[in-house]
């Protein structure tokens, strides 16, 4: 008889199968005694008499909060001080690691803090369609007629309306946005009309629609899927396109210097290390590499056979990657790999059965890793440690609206006073809402907490495009957070001049009419030609009446009897 807390258990020769538990793991082993006490509704298997005194647990599954749980009954149950042969029993306790950030919690700004009546994009391309800075908040759109996205201040919270001013000078579907970490009003565009454009918000924000970009870059063949900033150095900008190449564009002179071509198919992500001397992607040839991107060599390259991975992210300082993927038995997994040996994975781990993209976001400060995924409203975090078993369960965050992408907030914008350490800005499509989700430590003190805000890199640039194209590497310049956040110096961006050339074949300005490079800029075209040919002959038929009606007049003027 096995006796647990105050209730007993009568033994039988016969099977007694426990509840189907809540997911489904593959991991057994064997326990020589009873189960502890206090375990039931924890441990779910199958318990079975053995022939000589004791039980065997097969246990089928723990779900990811009780991993310390599970690693704590190995340790016992190795050292011999759970039970013995006779069956007895002896005092048991979960060991917990300790962590500052295992209260972290995720808190959702009200609805007047919210951004409402927003048009977002229906598009099903694999991107965030959100960014976001310190001041403002740009969110991609559904439009007819090419692509547009809005620019919004961040104070400018609540209903925002129909016919609010919009960033509409793209031909085709915008496809990414992202924000220049050093000039807060710049912002990157790239769209399936093959060009990446950069744009200058004014100071208080969109009065009118915004057409003319300040650079417009072609150099694609392709649609351009991807658009990141270099972490280090001002006006360098990374372009990922359909053509399978990566164009690394100087924008002081508004040409690409440099193009990655070591990919056989379709780029899915792209993640810098903390000074930007290495560039990680993710492509849709299932494989993984590690890039030098000036010279375009790849150092490490991985074929994820069992993990097809879908998004890869640098973890800091650490030397290691993270990736999220899918396993052959098509369940959400990440990966945990080191940048300099991609030969196999330091560890998988299955998140759960759900189709949709997994989206991880790494803070370097915190050491936390956040994995969000795309359709569903949870959002589980990590620690991240350097020693075994490197990641570490912390929480979840649930919310049954589902996410079509998240913008994250940079550092120097979030509310220290709050323990605030990290905060998204979640995109629900069902009811045109902008949500933002703050994460927070909870402490009593009011005071600054130096232990979860270190230095971290702030918004100066660490080098000059010619000093980072010759080969110089460094690492952010970092601030602190204590004092609030204070630029200490204005960047302006200038754009290049360009001459303005012309090819003219039969009558027609080659440059000044672009030919189309995308099918659905092609029925633009085509629509747009026949609506000016219709309009033409409206104005010709019309000018025909006229010329009936003075050709009348003149006739009777001339047969008038005056005029005799």
Same mark, same amino acid.
């Given at each position: 008889m096995l006796r647990a807390g105050t209730q007993s258990v009568q033994s039988n020769p016969r099977e007694r199968r426990?509840?189907?538990?809540?997911?489904?793991?593959?991991?057994?082993?064997?326990?020589?005694?009873?189960?502890?006490?206090?375990?039931?509704?924890?441990?779910?298997?199958?318990?079975?008499?053995a022939p000589t005194p004791g039980w065997r647990i097969e246990c089928f599954c723990f779900p990811s909060l009780h991993r310390d749980l599970v690693e704590s009954m190995r340790d016992l149950h190795k050292s011999s001080v759970l039970g013995s042969k006779h069956g007895s029993l002896m005092s048991w306790r979960p060991q917990y690691?300790?962590?500052?950030?295992?209260?972290?919690?995720?808190?959702?700004?009200?609805?007047?803090?919210?951004?409402?009546?927003?048009?977002?994009?229906?598009?099903?391309?694999?991107?965030?369609?959100?960014?976001?800075?310190?001041?403002?908040?740009?969110?991609?759109?559904? $439009? =007819? &007629?090419?692509?547009?996205?809005?620019? !919004?201040?961040?104070?400018?919270?609540?209903?925002?309306?129909?016919?609010?001013?919009?960033?509409c000078g793209h031909q085709g579907n915008v496809l990414d946005i992202k924000w220049n970490p050093f000039i807060e009003n710049i912002i990157a565009s790239c769209s399936e009309d093959t060009s990446v454009r950069i744009w200058e918000i004014p100071e208080g924000g969109l009065k009118r629609n915004m057409t003319e970009a300040v650079l417009e870059l072609y150099g694609h063949s392709r649609r351009v899927g991807l658009v990141e900033w270099h972490p280090t150095t001002n006006n360098i900008?990374? $372009? =990922? &396109?359909?053509?399978?190449?990566?164009? !690394?564009?100087n924008l002081d002179i508004g040409e690409p210097v440099k193009m990655i071509d070591c990919h056989t198919d379709v780029i899915l992500c792209m993640s810098f290390n903390m000074d930007g001397s290495l560039l990680a992607t993710s492509c849709k040839d299932k494989k993984l590499r590690v890039v030098e991107p000036r010279s375009g060599r790849v150092l490490q390259e991985a074929s994820c056979k069992n993990h097809r991975v879908n998004r890869v992210v640098f973890l800091g300082s650490t030397k290691r990657l993270l990736t999220t993927g899918v396993s052959r038995w098509n369940t959400r997994q990440i990966a945990l790999w080191d940048q300099e040996d991609l030969s196999m994975p330091l560890i998988e781990e299955e998140i759960d059965g759900l189709s949709g993209l997994l989206f991880p976001f790494y803070d370097a400060d915190t050491h936390m890793l956040y994995l969000a995924g795309k359709g569903d409203g949870n959002i589980r975090y990590y620690e991240i440690g350097s020693e075994k078993p490197y990641l570490s369960?912390?929480?979840?965050?649930?919310?049954?609206?589902?996410?079509?992408?998240?913008?994250?907030?940079?550092?120097?914008?979030?509310?220290?006073?709050?323990?605030?350490?990290?905060?998204?800005?979640?995109?629900?499509?069902?009811?045109?809402?902008?949500?933002?989700i703050s994460m927070i430590v909870p402490r009593?003190?009011?005071?600054?907490?130096?232990?979860?805000?270190?230095?971290?890199?702030?918004?100066?640039?660490?080098?000059?495009?010619?000093?980072?194209?010759?080969?110089?590497?460094?690492?952010?310049?970092l601030m602190s957070l204590k004092e609030g956040y204070k630029r200490t110096s204005k960047i302006v961006f200038k754009a290049p001049v360009r001459e303005k050339r012309s090819v003219v074949v039969n009558g027609i300005d080659l440059l000044e009419n672009v030919p189309p490079r995308t099918e659905n800029e092609l029925l633009r075209m085509f629509f747009r030609q026949q609506d000016e040919i219709r309009r033409l002959k409206d104005e010709l038929s019309?000018?025909?009446?006229?010329?009936?009606?003075?050709?009348?007049?003149l006739k009777n003027l001339r047969n008038s009897p005056k005029n005799n």
């Open positions: 426990a509840p189907t538990p809540p997911c489904a793991g593959a991991e057994k082993w064997e326990m020589p005694t009873l189960s502890p006490p206090g375990c039931a509704g924890v441990v779910w298997g199958l318990l079975v008499e690691r300790s962590s500052k950030f295992r209260n972290v919690y995720g808190k959702v700004a009200s609805r007047e803090h919210c951004f409402d009546g927003i048009p977002i994009t229906k598009n099903v391309h694999d991107n965030h369609f959100c960014a976001v800075n310190a001041r403002f908040l740009a969110i991609v759109t559904e $439009s =007819a &007629g090419g692509g547009s996205f809005l620019v !919004i201040p961040l104070e400018q919270t609540g209903r925002i309306e129909p016919n609010y001013p919009k960033v900008l990374f $372009s =990922a &396109g359909y053509d399978y190449k990566v164009l !690394i564009w369960y912390l929480m979840e965050f649930r919310s049954p609206a589902p996410q079509k992408g998240l913008g994250v907030m940079p550092k120097h914008g979030l509310d220290v006073s709050a323990c605030e350490v990290f905060r998204f800005y979640k995109l629900v499509t069902l009811k045109g809402l902008i949500e933002p009593r003190s009011e005071t600054y907490q130096e232990d979860i805000y270190p230095m971290t890199p702030g918004t100066e640039p660490a080098l000059t495009p010619d000093e980072w194209l010759s080969g110089v590497n460094r690492d952010p310049i019309q000018k025909d009446i006229r010329i009936r009606q003075l050709q009348l007049e």
